[in-house]
Every structure is written in structure tokens, then in C-alpha cells.
């Protein structure tokens, strides 16, 4: 099961424990890989302003 999409930042922040990663997304990605949920991660990401 997919349990969500992350763009690149996110899945290299999250890989790296960048301190940047938001308490929430880091939580969301470790209940995911606890659980035993795939992460898919999207191949085009543009940066917001």
C-alpha cells in the first residue's frame, strides 16, 4: 500500500534527518515505514517561492 507522495526535498531531507523536515512529515514517513507502507516518490518537483 502507498500511504503517500513525497518530492524529492522531502525524501532527501527525511533520509538525511535534516533538522529542516517538519515534525509532522517526519512523523507521517516513520508511522508509514513502521507500518510497512511504501512512500512513492515523484519524479518532478518545482521549488514554491
Given at each position: 500500500m502507498i500511504a503517500g507522495v513525497a518530492d524529492?526535498?522531502?525524501a532527501l531531507w527525511y533520509l538525511h534527518k535534516n533538522p529542516?523536515?517538519?515534525v509532522?512529515?517526519?512523523t507521517f514517513m516513520d508511522?508509514?515505514?513502521q507500518a510497512g507502507?511504501?512512500?512513492a516518490?515523484?519524479?518532478i518537483s518545482k521549488e514554491m517561492p
Open positions: 524529492t526535498r522531502t529542516r523536515l517538519s509532522k512529515a517526519r508511522d508509514a515505514a507502507h511504501d512512500i516518490l515523484s519524479p
